[in-house]
């Protein structure tokens, strides 16, 4: 990964989302990585009716989090990806800071200690 204090290449390409693709392979992110953020920045446009993510900001954003979270009862990790796509796009490939984004609230995960623990003791002989 390159270090965040050079300055990025120009993007060289006209689509957001290839924007978003040429910004992940410059940084050499994994395919993998660049497939999920691909699909939601494009799930985040396509929730907004297609308008342009420079002209949305953080009620647009919100919306969407709490959409994914409320109605489509997605998980605290996949959340967190979702979030973590936003926070790429906005930041590395349109150049805008979202200061806001630290207030967002992040569901936590439920951790599965005692269910770990009670294995763990049921193995020790």
């Not at 965040?4 to 693709?21: E, I």
């Not at 040429?22 to 799930?43: G, M, N």
Request: charged share 25%; net charge positive.
């Amino acid at each position: 990964m390159k270090n965040s204090t050079q300055p990025l290449s120009p993007l060289q390409s006209s689509k957001v989302l290839d924007q978003l693709r040429e910004r992940i392979r410059y940084l050499h992110y994994s395919i993998r990585t660049e497939e999920v953020y691909v699909y939601w920045v494009k799930k985040f446009i396509r929730f907004h009716r297609m308008r342009h993510p420079v002209s949305m900001g953080r009620t647009e954003v919100e919306a969407f989090l709490s959409w994914l979270a409320e109605t489509r009862k997605i998980s605290a990790s996949t959340h967190k990806q979702a979030l973590s796509a936003l926070l790429f796009f906005y930041g590395k490939v349109l150049d805008i800071q979202l200061p806001w984004m630290a207030e967002i609230g992040r569901p936590r995960s439920n951790r599965r200690l005692a269910f770990r623990a009670a294995r763990r003791s049921a193995h020790s002989w």
